[in-house]
T-cell receptor, first 117, second 115 residues
Framework: AQSVTQLGSHVSVSEGALVLLRCNYS??????LFWYVQYPNQGLQLLLK??????LVKGINGFEAEFKKSETSFHLTKPSAHMSDAAEYFC???????????????FGTGTRLTIIP | SAVISQKPSRDICQRGTSLTIQCQVD?????MFWYRQQPGQSLTLIAT?????????ESGFVIDKFPISRPNLTFSTLTVSNMSPEDSSIYLC????????????FGPGTRLTVT
């Protein structure tokens, strides 16, 4: 079975400061990993994904994440926080299938990011 | 990518009644998923709905409570039956797109309150 653990249900950073949201995964096979963002009263939007290509993945809105197999981690970072980054962030894992796409997504519990002016 | 719409966007229902949520996609997709997000919680997969086959339900979810239809490649419905206050959640549909990589895209969700 696959799982993800997000450390810190709430993270607060000052505007302009580094954003670091932590995600560790557990998988018996090389995984696909995703970060999604959910703004208030909205659905989920894909920020970025890792699918066994480059280990440093760049996404939208200036976010990036690095896949570290030795640490089983896929932490999300942004060099400079903006007020508009305030949202809920979810890390998710799935397992590639040989014949089609990948299996279902398993989500972490989420991290609520607050930006301090 | 895919554009996904859901109806209704929100509803308040009385216990014991049923609500059908619609999910419409702007392109043909094979795999559609239904998730539940309880207040302050993460997403939990209810079932996978592939066109032309019965939906596959996750542990803890049963067809009698959450019947799903998938009549074509752009549309699906989820019914929440015999509702109780514990069913108050956001229900989201998503679609899986296979291309260079594999991604899931989510609808805006349906916010359900059961009184």
């Amino acid at each position: 079975a696959q799982s993800v653990t997000q450390l810190g249900s709430h993270v607060s950073v000052s505007e302009g400061a580094l954003v670091l949201l932590r995600c560790n995964y557990s998988s018996s096979v090389p995984p696909y990993l995703f970060w999604y963002v959910q703004y208030p009263n909205q659905g989920l939007q894909l920020l970025l994904k890792y699918t066994s290509a480059a280990t440093l993945v760049k996404g939208i809105n200036g976010f990036e994440a690095e896949f570290k197999k030795s640490e089983t981690s896929f932490h999300l970072t942004k060099p400079s926080a903006h007020m508009s980054d305030a949202a809920e962030y979810f890390c998710a894992v799935s397992r590639p299938l040989s014949n089609f796409g990948n299996e279902k997504l398993t989500f972490g519990t989420g991290t609520r990011l607050t930006i301090i002016p | 990518s895919a554009v996904i719409s859901q109806k209704p966007s929100r509803d308040i229902c009385q216990r014991g009644t049923s609500l059908t949520i619609q999910c419409q996609v702007d392109s043909q997709v094979t795999m559609m998923f239904w998730y539940r997000q309880q207040p302050g919680q993460s997403l939990t997969l209810i079932a996978t709905a592939n066109q032309g086959s019965e939906a596959t339900y996750e542990s803890g979810f049963v067809i009698d409570k959450f019947p799903i239809s998938r009549p074509n490649l752009t549309f699906s419905t989820l019914t929440v039956s015999n509702m109780s206050p514990e069913d108050s959640s956001i229900y989201l549909c998503s679609v899986g797109l296979r291309g260079e990589t594999y991604e899931q895209y989510f609808g805006p969700g349906t916010r359900l309150t059961v009184t």
